[in-house]
């Protein structure tokens, strides 16, 4: 979405609002394709001080697979972002200022690249996800496994000692 913010631009005070939806459905992660809907972007340009600050906020809900048990979950996902806006770059350092083009802006690509470089690399149906049995398999959020747990043979006399008593 292509936004003219040359309406703002030296009137201080001012600002323009916005408000689209993102299809990301056909980006790949790990194999998967967990962004299914619609990717929702609000936000606005504002005019304070000769400054434009483009501020926006991108949210869905991912279809999750647990990195740990394996288990599909939704998880809802939100992405603030902000820049400020210029007409030219006073030095070439600064990665938080995007330039204007003819007084507009691509929104559309911003929003898109702050929700891709926010994806989590790994994901987890909650922080304390047991996984799985690495013998048997077995979900360990479920309850214990039926496996007979086995003693390091380097630990083996010790146990023989824990056994004796």
Do not use: W
């Not at 994901?123 to 007979?148: H, M, Q, W």
Request: aromatic share 4%; hydrophobic share 35%; glycine share 6%.
């Amino acid at each position: 979405m292509i936004l003219d913010v040359t309406p703002v631009l030296r009137n201080p005070e001012k600002r323009i609002p916005f408000q689209f939806s993102l299809d990301l459905s056909d980006l790949e992660f790990a194999g998967r394709h967990p962004i299914s809907r619609p990717v929702e972007v609000e936000g606005e340009v504002r005019s304070s001080a000769d400054v434009l600050t483009l501020t926006l906020t991108a949210s869905t809900t991912l279809d999750a697979v647990c990195d740990r048990c394996g288990k599909e979950f939704l998880q809802a996902k939100s992405v603030p972002y902000s820049c400020m806006l210029a007409e030219e770059l006073q030095s070439e350092d600064s990665d938080d200022i995007v330039l204007l083009e003819a007084g507009k802006v691509d929104v559309g690509d911003l929003a898109r690249t702050a929700f891709l470089l926010d994806m989590d690399t790994k994901t987890l149906c909650s922080e304390d996800c047991k996984g799985l049995c690495p013998r048997c398999g077995a979900n360990l959020n479920d309850g214990p496994c039926g496996c007979k747990r086995e003693v390091d043979p380097r630990l083996a006399a010790l146990a023989k000692l824990l056994e004796n008593k």
